[in-house]
């Protein structure tokens, strides 16, 4: 059984938004992690970058798959988790405290699109 | 109709038929359309004996002249130490494909482990794919590399002193790729430094390719250009023959992000063009952004050493559409052969290969400017080969040449050469070509 946390945006493809102020942490969730395997590489993009919801911002790499990684809501990339790049397996070992982007949001509208927790158990059930 | 060398007689056809339920093979057929079959006879020679068939390619084959080769141009006349056809034609080697799986082929795996790790120490950089088709396909898997890892950029500068064939696959790879490719001016036989701090200063690069040596010969000086690059996180590209690389400075020395080239120089025969083989190496840090496949060492369960395809993740067979490109697999006999050459040469060998066309190349040179009717083309260091201009008409002296079985001097342009010399020319065969040249 996967984690879910409450107080969560979530996304289809798997992502989850943690909004702290005007800006929100992105990663992908523990369902996601567990689908994949073992990760070994996480693809970052720059701090800078301007990202639209539903584009692809980088990759997580396992041992048997690369899984593009989609922004569920759009903004500016404030900062990148740069431990990911030598410890890309703290995803597995704890995927909601390994947060892959940190986002400025530019418009907190777009998080109505998304799941909350309650519906994200039940997307991932079915 | 039954043939000598086909496997299925014609009581295994009909067996076959058979089982399937049908009369002849025209009935198998019968659920493709009548108006897309194949109903005219196959343009084909009437079939001959083996005996004529010996006597055909015999014939043909003597219309071939081999001549003593004073050219270059991105294919090279260097001598094959007789050991590398005795172990290549082994069958192990010979008829095995791609490995599919893998780990199953161990020498396999270890050869092509060989090979990266020699061509990684030749180009002076951290990793080494298992090898890419050719040099210009490479130079090409080099430029959509470039744009795959600055993402949002498409534009890629190619130097006018490339090998224009080289210049051509970039062009036909950028075309359906969607890459602008654009040319960075030349100067004297180099690359134009001006115009290409200019261009890259936009800041729209993704990455800048440039040969060592470049087409003309010509050693260019690359100081500074991997910073210029780096500041505005443009990938620096470097082209390289394969064999100098036992001499000069290497692609790791001028802080290049990638090496490529074709390795053909590395003893693997002229051949009309082919087989040859490419290399792909690159820094550690854009590993995941290389195409091709890459061989790793490790250790089984038992703790012996092992090979395994690794980082397979960034393929094709997985990443599909996302990945850098559509390759899955290498040149892995020439590959072999380079492996076999380099373990035989040594280092040392390599630097006497280079020692022996230098001092050819630049005495040809000094020798046909002495006549009076070349000139040095640009005003360039060079290692084995180089442009002269001339007065004599360039037609006329090819012709000479190949009655005196030389072939010697590609025009490059209206009244310009370009000559090699490797360490296969003797100082009796360069004399003989500037005979001709003195008695024109």
Redesign the interface.
């Given at each position: 059984m996967s984690k879910v946390i409450e107080g969560l945006f979530y996304a289809e493809s798997h992502e989850f938004v943690k909004v702290e102020g005007d800006s929100a942490f992105i990663g992908i969730t523990d369902y996601a992690q567990n689908q994949l395997g073992n990760v070994?590489?996480v693809?970052l993009?720059e701090v800078g970058d301007e990202i639209a919801a539903g584009e692809e911002f980088g990759?997580v790499?396992?041992?048997?798959?690369?899984s593009?990684l989609i922004s569920p809501i759009s903004g500016t990339i404030e900062a990148i988790n740069e431990t990911l790049e030598d410890k890309p397996e703290s995803i597995n070992k704890d995927a909601f405290a390994s947060w892959i982007i940190q986002v400025k949001l530019s418009d907190k509208s777009e998080l109505s699109n998304l799941m909350d927790a309650a519906a994200y158990t039940k997307f991932i059930e079915e | 109709m039954s043939y000598k060398y086909f496997p299925h007689t014609e009581d295994d056809m009909r067996d076959m038929l058979k089982v399937c339920g049908v009369k002849s093979l025209d009935d198998l057929y019968a659920e493709i359309p009548d108006d897309i079959q194949f109903k005219r006879e196959y343009d084909l020679p009437s079939t001959m004996s083996e005996a004529e068939v010996r006597k055909f390619f015999k014939n043909l084959g003597e219309k071939n002249k081999s001549l003593t080769c004073f050219t270059g141009a991105g294919c090279y006349d260097h001598y094959t130490p007789a050991v590398i056809n005795y172990i290549l034609q082994r069958s192990e080697f010979l008829t095995s494909y791609t490995p599919y799986q893998a780990e199953i082929s161990q020498g396999t795996l270890q050869y092509i482990f060989e090979f990266q790790s020699m061509m990684a120490e030749l180009t002076g950089m951290e990793v080494s794919n298992a090898s890419m088709y050719d040099g210009p396909t490479a130079t090409a898997e080099a430029m959509m590399m470039s744009v795959a890892h600055a993402?949002k950029r498409n534009k890629v500068l190619a130097s006018s002193t490339l090998n224009p064939n080289i210049l051509r696959v970039l062009e036909t790879y950028a075309k359906f790729h969607g890459v602008e490719l654009e040319r960075i001016a030349e100067k004297d036989g180099v690359t134009d430094k001006a115009d290409f701090e200019t261009k890259v200063a936009n800041g729209d690069v993704a990455g800048v390719i440039v040969a060592s040596p470049n087409y003309y010969g010509a050693l260019e000086d690359y100081t500074g250009w991997a910073d210029s690059c780096h500041a505005k996180k443009t990938l620096f590209i470097m082209n390289c023959n394969a064999s100098t690389l036992g001499a000069i400075k290497t692609p790791g020395e001028w802080d290049a992000d990638v090496a490529v080239g074709d390795a053909q120089s590395l003893g693997i025969p002229m051949c009309f063009g082919g087989p040859y083989v490419g290399y792909m190496c690159t820094r550690k840090s854009l590993i995941?952004k290389m195409p091709g496949r890459v061989v790793g060492a490790t250790a089984d369960a038992d703790g012996q050493r092992a090979f395994v395809l690794t980082l397979q993740?960034?393929e094709q067979h997985?990443?599909r559409e996302?990945a850098t490109s559509n390759i899955c697999s290498n040149q892995s006999l020439m590959a072999l052969f380079v492996t076999i050459y380099l373990s035989v040469m040594g280092k040392k060998g390599l630097q006497e290969v280079n020692e022996l066309s230098y001092s050819g190349a630049h005495y040809l040179a000094d020798e046909l400017c002495a006549t009076g009717k070349f000139a040095m083309a640009h005003n360039q260091p060079f290692l084995n080969e180089f442009a002269v201009k001339t007065t004599v008409d360039i037609s006329l002296l090819q012709k000479k040449f190949i009655e005196a079985g030389i072939f010697g001097g590609l025009k490059i342009a209206e009244d310009t050469l370009l000559f090699c010399v490797t360490e296969m020319r003797s100082k009796e065969e360069i004399d003989l070509l500037v005979n001709i040249v003195k008695q024109l």
């Open positions: 070994v590489y693809d993009p990759a790499e396992s041992v048997k798959a690369a593009d | 993402r995941r993740a960034r997985i990443r996302k």
